[in-house]
């Protein structure tokens, strides 16, 4: 299982990222997939959750109406577009197939 997160960066308050995740090595279409962050001193959360077909969605309070997840199974690609970024987004962000592997992550830092 290999998971290669990108799209990182630094951006202003109010600015907008989009991070992809690019998956292989297993069934990607079968699988629900996860976006999950993790902040300096703080526990890994969940951000956002999307169904193996990609009808069904769900996010984590703190990001519901700003966050959007997708995925392209034909590519076997995550997305999550952020809107309307705070600077407590700030955190290494990840994504996650029910399988126990983790990536790398991609850096945000929302800041002025």
């Known amino acids: 299982v290999q998971l290669v997160e990108s799209g990182g960066g630094l951006v202003q308050p109010g600015g907008s990222l989009r991070l992809s995740c690019a998956a292989s090595?297993?069934?990607?279409?079968?699988?629900?997939m996860s976006w999950y962050r993790q902040a300096p001193g703080k526990e890994r959360e969940l951000v956002a959750i999307?169904?193996?077909?990609?009808?069904?969605?769900n996010y984590g309070n703190p990001v519901k109406g700003r966050f959007t997840i997708s995925r392209d199974n034909a590519k076997n690609v995550v997305y999550l577009q952020m809107n309307s970024l705070k600077p407590e987004d700030t955190a290494r962000y990840y994504c996650?197939?029910?399988?126990?592997?983790w990536g790398q992550g991609t850096q945000v830092t929302v800041s002025s």
């Open positions: 996650y197939p029910p399988l126990g592997y």
């Open positions: 090595g297993f069934n990607f279409s079968s699988y629900v």
């Open positions: 999307i169904s193996s077909g990609g009808g069904t969605t």
